[in-house]
């Protein structure tokens, strides 16, 4: 860490003193001098290491350039990439629980570690122990253009490569000074207020020979709370269209099992009523949305420096530095109990006398004993909902550094090689505020009297969990309320070596004159990845509240690959092939891990077909692999949160009269853990959440996925041009697990479990043996173990048009200017996961297994247009999604809530070029206020639905303006 530290600060003074050069340069040399002779760069093409000048792809390569991202002004990289037709929104500003603390992005849905993302054709250090990168990282100032390609190319850039790539190219050579600044917020609310400045300075070195640059920029946006939408304020049942919220709740919700001797009139959930004292029925459950976010807030502060200076032809030297620290805050409604139970003494001077009679007779404990002050202990879930600490708090503090050195040049004949090391470290500490400690909770309801606890440890204050919101003191609050910290660090070393050139005339076909172009190379990757946490964080629901404990954990993976590229001209200047060309690879792979090796090797092969200049068709079939990440071999076994809507066994869906009766949904439930004295009783689970067992596997191996891609580029006349491409994507042994939903309907559901048997998949499920309900630190959950054993699949088309004209040639006036047109749509066919059809569906089972935030669209379109004209530009861009519907078979929701009609977005924009150097913009997103669809609170997963709606997915904060300007020298 300290030579780290060392060679960060040492970079930073070469890339300052290299600016005060060459901004002096700049300065002193007016006149130009006799300039640096003229040498043919390397080109460096988005899916081939091939870097001789005209290599072309046969991979689908679509790309969005500066301007097409300035329209809308974003502040971060995955605001805009999650509206792009190839992109399935991930983690980003639209999760509030659920969020890592990071912007990910995700290809065609199969998941961000699936998803290679490289910055100038290196990898950038994943921020989580899952392998993704955290897109705030990425300078948005120094963007000239994002490159998507479709299908495997793990034999160009190694594991991960699976779904595609998504490579940020930077601008290059940048001279003079740039400043930009924008500012926005809605129009209706006036909130969400974003601020984002860059400022932008590059100098030319040594006439030419060099060039440096430094740019720096600070971000800044205002959360926005579901409580200030009126179809967010109320958390609304998927399954009723009621007002719905979480058991734990105020005044308190309480469940007492039966006792020896004791009544069945209590059973189920009942509520405190603070005036008269009695537990009564029903429980009003409390409403968690206002306190949530619909958009999280950013405070981000970045740096970059680029540098590169030619010594000779043979040695060109060049340094990357990015720097970022972001800071993410998402909360949650106040903390609570969350159905735990404890044990609470009958004698407990809070407990109203009513509600003490109603549970000694519950319990069968007698008169003599049913009085204030007695020590006989009552197992009780308590669901009490600590309104007077306020909300919980979670903030991320993000800082990322990665350096890159390198050289390349020329070596002999035309061949060139690029040598480099790039180190890069993550570091995120999460800081969890007004939380509370389960443990002190405990002791706290143990007490007999109002002033001190049974233990009085830590000077304990009894806490009284019986009386209505306000009951609970600052003292109370005090002695219970907690704090956690949690730590995780990500580092990453990549070392490579690439040679690029032909093989000369010797190895040329006879139909062609143009030789063999190839690359060889070899590449090293060690990633080593951990967390840390506070001695509370480690324990189950010891931090209440908390999804999942977080134990320490560490693991580390290297892989050594040697690859090599060949591109083959094939026919030239032929009847009807005008040039057909062949593309061949293959990738080695080393994977080590905890002492253990692994082989395995990537291939491609492809080909394009010219038939006149126009038109070209393109084709290719890849195996590429994915290794395990970090997360999936080490991550231990722990409880964390999933979601169901209803619980198979809840309420009236068992009876007790079938409770030891074989082959009834009753006596299974009992199997399965449910007390008999619950059945018939058992509450739905709390805010449609329960508990999931999860865990890493050190023994998983790499996923192997079988691409296809066939396409052609048509350009019928200049400036336009007209791309289809179909896609095929299937993954063998996937890393993934069977949903919740999935180990329930196997368990429960007739068609899967025709005799209602207790099955394997019944032996999965961890019910809290006090309650059989799946909540509380009693539950382990429902276990979702990893393996190599499932299947993914996905097809579609992709359609991109870009058009150019002028004015004239629709028979305007030129004085009207030109018109910039584009057209990118795709068009799934297909996308399963295992054996679950998950196009076009939302649901917990398709939303969980890649952590998707949005359901895959059959289609999904993107149409602009920009009118240039004079000093002015304006523009709009049409965003296009298909209907969506619940999963069949997922659940009985309310049929409003079932299905998602199409929706469309447009945006505006406009560019005034007040002058050579200085521009202003104005951008509308969703210029309609168009309102996202409602579909409840538990119809998928938590990270996903959230404020009765699909933030991620649906503009939930409605029309949102942005000023900006930017000032060139």
Not at 373 to 394: H, Q
Not at 580 to 603: C, D, I, M, P
């Amino acid at each position: 860490m300290i030579q780290e530290k060392k060679m960060s600060l040492a970079m930073r003074a070469v890339f300052a003193s290299g600016m005060l050069v060459g901004a002096s340069a700049v300065m002193h040399n007016a006149v130009a001098q006799e300039a640096a002779p003229v040498r043919i760069e390397q080109v460096q093409v988005t899916g081939t290491r091939i870097t001789t000048p005209g290599t072309t792809s046969t991979s689908p390569i679509s790309s969005v350039n500066s301007e097409e991202i300035r329209a809308s002004q974003p502040v971060a990289v995955e605001e805009f990439f999650k509206s792009l037709p190839a992109a399935v929104p991930a983690i980003g500003a639209g999760v509030n629980n659920g969020s890592g603390g990071g912007a990910t992005i995700d290809l065609r849905g199969l998941g961000p570690n699936r998803s290679l993302v490289m910055i100038n054709g290196r990898r950038l250090v994943p921020f989580n122990l899952s392998g993704a990168v955290d897109t705030n990282s990425i300078p948005l100032a120094l963007l000239n253009r994002v490159d998507l390609l479709t299908g495997g190319a793990s034999v160009s850039y190694g594991a991960d490569a699976v779904a595609g790539v998504v490579n940020f190219n930077l601008k290059r050579n940048f001279t003079g000074l740039d400043v930009s600044t924008s500012y926005g917020g809605t129009t209706g609310d006036r909130d969400g207020k974003r601020k984002r400045t860059d400022l932008t300075m590059g100098a030319s070195l040594d006439e030419g020979r060099g060039n440096v640059v430094l740019s720096i920029g600070k971000t800044s946006a205002d959360p926005v709370t579901q409580g200030s939408r009126p179809y967010g304020v109320t958390s609304l049942s998927s399954v009723t269209g009621r007002p719905t919220g979480s058991s734990t709740t105020v005044p308190s919700g309480f469940a007492v099992s039966q006792g020896p001797g004791g009544t069945g009139t209590l059973s189920g959930n009942w509520q405190i009523d603070p005036a008269s004292g009695r537990l009564v029925q029903p429980l009003v459950q409390y409403n968690t949305n206002p306190l949530n976010y619909y958009a999280t807030g950013l405070e981000r502060t970045q740096a970059t420096s680029l540098a590169n200076y030619r010594v000779n032809d043979h040695a060109d030297v060049y340094a990357e530095l990015f720097y970022t620290t972001s800071k993410v805050g998402s909360t949650l409604a106040e903390t609570g109990t969350f159905g735990n139970v404890f044990n609470v003494p009958i004698g407990n001077p809070y407990i109203p006398a009513a509600a003490r009679q109603q549970i000694c007779e519950r319990r069968g404990i007698t008169a003599a004993n049913c009085v204030p002050g007695n020590a006989t202990m009552v197992p009780m879930t308590v669901n009490r909902r600590f309104v007077e600490l306020g909300p919980r708090l979670n903030n991320f503090d993000n800082k990322s550094l990665q350096y890159t050195l390198g050289v390349k040049g020329d070596v002999a004949f035309d061949w060139t090689y690029d040598a480099n090391w790039t180190r890069g470290s993550a570091d995120q500490t999460q800081t969890r505020q007004n939380w509370g400690s389960l443990s002190k909770v405990t002791q706290a309801l143990n007490a007999l009297n109002t002033t001190t606890c049974v233990n009085t440890a830590n000077n304990c204050v009894p806490l009284n969990v019986f009386g209505a919101a306000g009951s609970i003191t600052p003292a109370q609050l005090g002695f219970i309320n907690s704090s956690a910290l949690l730590l995780q660090n990500v580092k990453q070393d990549v070392a490579s070596v690439n040679f690029s050139g032909s093989l000369g005339s010797t190895f040329v076909s006879p139909f062609a004159s143009e030789p063999i172009t190839m690359a060889i190379g070899a590449e090293q990757r060690k990633v080593t990845a951990g967390t840390q946490s506070d001695a509370a964080s480690q324990i189950q629901a010891e931090v209440l509240g908390t999804g999942a404990p977080t134990p320490d954990s560490s693991g580390s993976f290297r892989m050594r690959e040697y690859y090599t590229e060949a591109q083959v001209p094939l026919i030239r200047n032929l009847p009807f092939v005008r040039e057909l060309n062949g593309e061949l690879g293959y990738r080695r792979t080393e994977f080590s891990v905890a002492g253990a090796e692994k082989s395995y090797g990537s291939w491609k092969g492809g080909g394009d077909w010219s038939p006149v200049k126009s038109l070209r068709f393109r084709a290719s079939v890849q195996k590429a692999t994915r290794a395990p990440n970090v997360n999936e071999l080490f991550q231990p076994l722990i409880t964390g949160l999933s979601n169901v809507a209803v619980d198979p066994c809840q309420l009236a869906l068992i009876n007790q009269g079938q409770a030891n009766t074989a082959g009834t949904l009753s006596n299974l439930c009992r199997l399965t853990g449910v007390p008999v004295s619950e059945i018939g009783s058992l509450p739905a689970p709390s805010s449609g959440q329960i508990n999931n067992l999860t865990g890493g596997n050190p023994a998983l191996g790499p996923e192997e996925a079988k691409t296809k891609t066939l396409g052609f580029v048509w350009e019928p006349v200049a400036k336009l041009a007209i791309s289809v491409d179909y896609y095929s994507i299937k993954l063998e042994k996937a890393i993934a697990s069977l949903s919740t939903t999935d180990i329930l309907d196997r368990c429960y559901q007739t068609q899967f479990n025709p005799s209602l048997a207790f099955n394997d998949s019944c032996a999965a499920i961890g019910r809290n043996p006090a309650n059989g309900t799946f909540n509380g630190a009693g539950s382990s959950g429902v276990a979702t173990p990893l393996s190599n054993s499932s299947r993914q699949s996905t097809s579609g088309y992709d359609l991109n048009v870009n058009y150019k004209l002028g004015a004239s040639q629709i028979n305007l006036d030129p004085k009207f200017g030109m018109f910039d047109l584009g057209f990118a749509l795709t068009q799934v066919q297909s996308f399963k996961l295992g054996e679950r059809d998950c196009l076009g569906y939302y649901s917990v089972a398709c939303n969980s297994i890649n952590g998707s935030t949005a359901p895959v669209y059959k289609r999904k379109f993107n149409q602009r247009l920009t009118w240039n004209v004079g000093d002015f530009a304006l523009g709009y861009n049409w965003r296009y999604l298909s209907s969506t519907d619940v999963e069949p078979g997922s659940g009985t929701y309310l049929p409003e809530f079932s299905h998602i009609k199409a929706h469309s977005y447009v945006d505006l924009s406009g560019v005034w070029n007040f002058s050579k150097n200085l521009r202003f913009n104005v951008s509308v997103n969703n210029a309609a206020n168009k309102k996202p669809p409602i579909v409840g609170a538990n119809v998928s997963t938590t990270a996903m639905d959230s404020g009765n709606t699909f933030p991620s997915a649906y503009d939930a904060i409605g029309r949102y303006v942005t000023f900006g300007a930017n000032l060139k020298f």
